[in-house]
């Protein structure tokens, strides 16, 4: 069964730092992969999906990569600002799966 | 295009009642996932939808809780006499039909159950 494992739990930066967050997952046999932010008492933004071909997605500050082989996606945030501060959620969607398996976050707070 | 719509966003229910959370997938998608996070916990899956089909229930208790989506309208979460344990925040996601395996699933805002 995947599970699916976010390191650290919690994270705090001063503004203006580059963060690196990480995502582990037991089975490589994946579809793809996707990076949610989630801010208090809201619903899921999805940031960034990865198919399991590729290697890396980028979005303006945001850059996850994906090694399928170690089971293991990083999500690096360049520059970081206090709007940032949220939970970061990370999601495999297993070959054969309907369904995505989620990590239980990262709670990420960026200090003024 | 209007994001996937849950509502109500906030219900209370005494226990024993029934709560009854709709989803409106994104216009041109035909699948509907629905989640469950519970109080410091991850999400996990409930189950998977299509059009008047029921394609995988495997994350969904077997008792109290139900799910349909019929060819005209939301889909509908239906959980008959809740329990406090039951108190959570449930997500729905839908995707397009095309390369199902492969697509990217977005989320609503969820519909915050508290059960008194």
């Known amino acids: 069964k995947q599970e699916v494992t976010q390191i650290p739990a919690a994270l705090s930066v001063p503004e203006g730092e580059n963060l690196v967050l990480n995502c582990s997952f037991t089975d490589s046999a994946i579809y793809n992969l996707q990076w949610f932010r989630q801010d208090p008492g809201k619903g899921l933004t999805s940031l960034l999906l990865i198919q399991s071909s590729q290697r890396e997605q980028t979005s303006g500050r945001l850059n996850a990569s994906l090694d399928k082989s170690s089971g293991r996606s990083t999500l690096y945030i360049a520059a970081s600002q206090p709007g940032d501060s949220a939970t970061y959620l990370c999601a495999v969607r297993g070959a054969g799966a309907n369904n995505l398996f989620f990590g239980t976050g990262t709670r990420l707070t960026v200090i003024p | 295009n209007a994001g996937v719509m849950q509502n109500p966003r906030h219900l209370v229910r005494r226990r024993g009642q029934e709560a009854r959370l709709r989803c409106s997938p994104m216009?041109?998608?035909?699948?509907v996932y629905w989640y469950r996070q519970l109080p410091e916990e991850g999400l996990k899956f409930m189950v998977y939808l299509q059009k008047e089909n029921i394609i995988d229930e495997s994350g969904m208790p077997k008792e109290r809780f139900s799910a349909e989506f019929p060819k005209e309208g939301p889909s509908i979460l239906r959980i008959q006499q809740v329990v406090r344990g039951d108190s959570a925040a449930y997500f729905c996601?839908?995707?397009?039909?095309?390369?199902?395996?492969?697509?990217?699933?977005?989320f609503g805002p969820g519909t915050r159950l508290t059960v008194l």
């Open positions: 216009k041109g998608h035909s699948h």
């Open positions: 996601a839908s995707s397009p039909a095309a390369r199902v395996g492969r697509n990217e699933q977005f």
